[in-house]
């Protein structure tokens, strides 16, 4: 079993910045690719960024192409969001998802394991 805590979330105005995390447990976390999905509020959940097992490899949703980067710390288990240039769009809970295997997907349905989300929220 594996278990994801993100945290980092909070209210930002809008062109702020703000850093995600996602502590993880449970399992040898360096083996798995690793990703971050987003839901608003009347909408579906939807692919943001996602990084392979070894951080060489990393893939973006088209809208936070440039703004967002994702990170990992494999000695802290830990996968990082970073987002800059927030914009109100932006505003969901973020939840961090864990895969068994090393490879990116942004597909929701190829991650084992979810976390609890954070809410981010952005101003204009």
């Known amino acids: 079993q594996v278990q994801l805590v993100e945290s980092g979330g909070g209210l930002v105005q809008a062109g702020g910045s703000l850093r995600l995390s996602c502590a993880a447990s449970?399992?040898?976390?360096?083996?798995?690719?690793m990703g971050w999905f987003r839901q608003a509020p009347g909408k579906e959940r939807e692919f943001v960024a996602t990084?392979?097992?070894?951080?060489?490899?990393?893939y973006y949703a088209d809208s936070v192409k440039g703004r967002f980067t994702i990170s990992r710390d494999n000695a802290k288990n830990t996968v990082y969001l970073q987002m800059n240039s927030l914009k109100p769009e932006d505003t969901a809970v973020y939840y961090c998802?864990?895969?068994?295997?090393?490879?990116?997907?942004?597909?929701?349905?190829?991650?084992?394991?979810w976390g609890q989300g954070t809410q981010v929220t952005v101003s204009s």
């Open positions: 449970g399992r040898t976390f360096s083996t798995a690719a």
């Open positions: 998802a864990d895969r068994r295997y090393s490879g990116t997907s942004y597909r929701e349905g190829d991650y084992n394991y």
């Open positions: 990084i392979s097992w070894s951080g060489g490899t990393t």
